[in-house]
């Protein structure tokens, strides 16, 4: 005889706070940060991210560096990064855990109208923009902001190498030129 499986309840994790600056021109959005990040405190702290090589060879912001400073290095650019999700239920860190029904969109209505500045935005990932298109976009009022995926730096997403990771994620540097 087959039992009826009985879902896990999983408690709530929380995202963090924008890095913003009040110069963001761009914003880069994950979904939710993995448990290595929750458990330091720092946006792709997972030693196999690609987010900080990459921002590394796109304007310097090294992973050597302290955290603080490569946040500097962000804000300096002109980026915000922050994560679409404020709030979810996920047994692991894949975007693919995520509990749909327990997932909580971050302010974003608050978010743009403090940042008028930021004319793109950029999401890690294919979660990251569905969850963004699922519970912010319909909320949001029509506007000039271009949406672009970029392929997810998780180390999860092996299907691309760093080299044509780091290709896609050069048309960040177009909003400078």
């Known amino acids: 005889m087959c039992h009826k499986k009985t879902p896990i309840t999983m408690p709530p994790i929380h995202s963090f706070a924008p890095i913003e ?5 761009l914003l880069i959005l994950g979904s939710m940060p993995s448990k290595t990040s929750l458990l330091v405190g720092q946006y792709y702290a997972h030693n196999r991210n690609s987010f900080w090589p990459i921002m590394d060879d796109l304007i310097t912001a090294t992973r050597t560096l302290p955290y603080t400073m490569r946040i500097n290095i962000l804000k300096s650019n002109g980026i915000a990064l922050w994560d ?3 709030s ?5 860190s894949l975007d693919s855990d995520i509990d749909q029904a327990s997932a909580r969109a971050n302010n974003f209505e608050l978010f743009l109208s403090t940042h008028p500045n930021i004319t793109d935005i950029f999401f890690n990932g294919a979660m990251a923009e569905k969850c963004f298109n699922k519970l912010v976009l319909h909320k949001l009022k029509p506007n000039l902001i271009s949406y672009t995926r970029l392929p ?11 080299n044509q990771k780091l290709e896609a994620w050069k048309v960040i540097l177009q909003e400078y030129s």
Do not use: K, Q
């Open 88 to 92: 979810c239920a996920r047994e692991s």
């Open 21 to 25: 600056g009040p110069n963001a021109r």
């Open 84 to 86: 679409v999700l404020a």
């Open 152 to 162: 997810s730096t998780s180390p999860a997403h092996a299907a691309m190498t760093y």
